[in-house]
């Protein structure tokens, strides 16, 4: 069974989603684009936002901002409840230890950077390995190419195989005595195909004292995600992406971790004491939160969690699941059109190429019918390299599309390959 189809306790059947009711949450959904309903296909980029987020941003705006942790005044003690709200609300998201176990950054790509320089910098030298995999984002490719070049540690890389999975046979034998890291997608955003990371993690976990890296992204919109049975030492997720606002991450960590690495940027409320001869640290999380924070973001992170629990993660799953089946069925229908990405576990994203048009060319076309997709190499250039293929186009559901949204989708590319003959 799919880890993204699991059946709720005791067998029982999975509470339909109301599609209809959830898309009236998400005003956007309403408008057209050159006269034809949005059908909004690019969650995978960025996904749309709840009214509950709108509000809860313009909320703390209208009724009292300020800034947080350091004012004695009222609206600076509603502010950092809010602000600190949304930390808690992140760790029962992920089932972390405790709210200092959750580091609010920019996103998931400085929380990368954060793990690869005060990681890197506290437990790394010279001839260490870090192995990532050929899924990966160049968010978690970049930063370790950087921490190769500035300390000389080797960076090792997961092949694919031809369905778009990962080669554990390859993995194991890429683990050993110098291995100091892994970092791992949980789920390719360019394929969708999700990687065993609770197996993965329990096998390096096997070989010796290596520290796993999940890159959750694409994870945390589909599917409940739990640290601490996944035994992931340190989890990242956007915002953006889980129907937040941009601008805002998450990184869990292992308390005990954290509060070992240094900082990744001096300044303002991360510190203990500061004199002129030395500066001390808080603990995490704070020790990595310099400077005024992301306040309105994090009242927007926080409703977004509340809005995406308040539906069950068992029902998105079930829903996404099969749009995922229809629009695989659909467009595999179609003459001439090639899926990428056909391993047995995916989340909801079709990647695909027509052998009458290049990929910018279809997304374009499709822009006109009104159906928004992702054209390009989604950041992920080596998946693209794997494949033999310059970009592909990519289809992304959440937890308000529907069947009819396919049915646009598929229309729309059939009008491509009339236009192309």
């Known amino acids: 069974m799919s880890t993204l189809m699991q059946a709720a306790p005791g067998g029982n059947s999975v509470k339909a989603l109301d599609v209809e009711r959830v898309r009236a949450d998400f005003p956007i959904l309403e408008r057209e684009v050159y006269g034809r309903p949005l059908v909004y296909l690019d969650s995978a980029a960025s996904a749309q936002k709840p009214r509950a987020v709108i509000s809860a941003m313009t909320g703390i705006m209208e009724t009292c901002y300020a800034n947080v942790h350091r004012g004695v005044h009222r609206l600076s003690q509603e502010s950092t409840d809010i602000f600190e709200g949304a930390r808690t609300k992140a760790a029962g998201l992920l089932n972390a230890a405790s709210s200092d176990e959750i580091v609010f950054t920019r996103g998931a790509t400085e929380a990368i950077n954060l793990v690869a320089h005060s990681f890197g910098d506290a437990f790394l030298e010279a001839g260490d390995e870090v192995i990532i995999s050929a899924l990966e984002h160049h968010s978690n490719i970049v930063p370790w190419q950087l921490l190769r070049d500035r300390k000389g540690i080797v960076l090792k890389v997961i092949p694919l195989l031809d369905d778009g999975t990962l080669d554990r046979e390859a993995f194991s034998a890429l683990l050993g005595p110098r291995t100091k890291l892994v970092a791992l997608t949980h789920i390719s955003n360019a394929l969708g195909s999700v990687v065993p990371v609770k197996e993965m993690i329990a096998e390096a976990k096997a070989r010796g004292d290596i520290t796993v890296l999940v890159d959750g992204c694409q994870a945390v919109p589909h599917m409940a995600v739990d640290v601490q049975d996944l035994g992931a030492d340190l989890y990242t997720f956007s915002a953006h992406k889980l129907y937040g606002p941009s601008g805002i991450g998450v990184l869990y ?77 659909r467009l595999s229908e179609i003459e001439s059109l090639r899926i990428y990405g056909t ?75 009339e236009l192309f003959g």
């Not at 640290?281 to 308040?310: C, M, N």
């Not at 029902?315 to 749009?323: T, V």
Request: one cysteine or more; aromatic letters at 8%.
């Open 253 to 329: 960590g292992r308390k005990e971790l954290l509060n070992a690495l240094p900082p990744y940027q001096g300044g303002g409320e991360m510190i203990s004491s500061v004199t002129f001869e030395k500066s001390t640290w808080k603990p995490a999380p704070h020790r990595f939160e310099a400077g005024t924070p992301a306040i309105v973001e994090a009242a927007g992170l926080g409703a977004a969690i509340d809005y995406v629990q308040s539906l069950d993660y068992a029902a998105i799953q079930a829903h996404e699941q099969g749009l995922l089946s229809y629009a695989t069925a």
């Open 343 to 417: 391993g047995p576990d995916k989340a909801a994203i079709v990647s695909f190429t027509l052998d009458q048009a290049h990929p910018h060319d279809i997304g374009t076309i499709l822009d006109r019918a009104g159906v928004a997709v992702r054209a390009g190499h989604h950041c992920a250039q080596p998946v693209m390299d794997r494949f033999d293929v310059a970009a592909t186009v990519r289809a992304s559901f959440g937890l308000y599309n529907s069947e009819a949204e396919v049915d646009a989708l598929v229309a729309a590319v059939h009008k491509v390959k």
